[in-house]
């Protein structure tokens, strides 16, 4: 167990590009969760896939935001367009199983700065 | 409506010391699972302890403890002997379970923040 691995730790971009951040959730875990976490604030949530399936979506996720889990193992998260207000640490996390008492193990995260 | 309110954005407990970080939730779901994570600066979080609303004890999982109070809805967290290593920011976070989906995802509140004092 390797634990829940995220890259890069740190971005730092322009107003305006694209970012695309990477996660390799624990291997024998078929869900896989994305949060954003500013500061002073607890992780909000912004979409899970159970597998490859992308089942829930928040309305945090605006159209500038993408995430995909092909073949079920690591995620992406894409941001287009990047605004200020997208800087934020984005946390991984993965789980196993459909039950409610199955805890959420989180990565270091990846710190976006848009400048 | 915040599902999860810690009311305390920061505590001072001395070394050795126990604190009480506080929880309450608010759910019609008769199914739910509580969570407490652990945030050190490095950014990492760190899943310390869980508590079912079935089960009829009280969680333990060494110096962590979860006084978990049903019919208040509160489910708060107790370290005892704390040490140096403790500082860090506390998150208490639920999950309901019984919509079609098979459960919602973790909801957080804002967390607390412990600093020990030697």
């Known amino acids: 167990d390797t634990g829940v691995s995220q890259d890069p730790r740190h971005k730092i971009t322009k107003r305006g590009q694209n970012v695309t951040f990477r996660c390799d959730p624990i291997?024998?875990?078929?869900?896989l969760y994305w949060y954003r976490q500013t500061l002073g604030q607890g992780p909000e949530f912004l979409t899970y896939f159970q597998n490859e399936a992308q089942l829930e979506k928040s309305r945090l996720l605006s159209d500038r935001f993408s995430a995909e889990r092909p073949k079920g193992s690591f995620s992406t998260l894409e941001i287009q367009r990047t605004e200020q207000g997208d800087s934020a640490m984005y946390l991984c996390?993965?789980?196993?199983?459909?039950?409610?008492?199955?805890?959420?193990?989180f990565g270091n995260g990846t710190r976006l700065t848009v400048t | 409506a915040q599902k999860i309110t810690q009311t305390q954005p920061g505590m001072f407990v001395q070394e050795k010391e126990a604190v009480t970080l506080d929880c309450t939730y608010d759910t019609s779901d008769p199914s739910y699972g509580l969570f407490w994570y652990k945030q050190p600066s490095s950014g990492e979080m760190i899943f310390l302890i869980y508590q079912g609303s079935y089960d009829q004890q009280n969680a333990t999982e060494g110096r962590y403890s979860l006084n978990f109070q049903k019919a208040r809805k509160s489910a708060n967290l107790v370290i005892s002997a704390s040490q140096l290593g403790d500082s860090a920011m506390y998150f208490c976070?639920?999950?309901?379970?019984?919509?079609?989906?098979?459960?919602?995802?973790?909801?957080f509140g804002k967390g607390t923040r412990l600093s020990v004092i030697a």
């Open positions: 291997s024998e875990h078929n869900r």
């Open positions: 976070a639920m999950r309901e379970g019984s919509t079609g989906s098979g459960n919602t995802p973790l909801v």
């Open positions: 996390a993965s789980s196993w199983g459909q039950s409610y008492n199955s805890p959420l193990h």
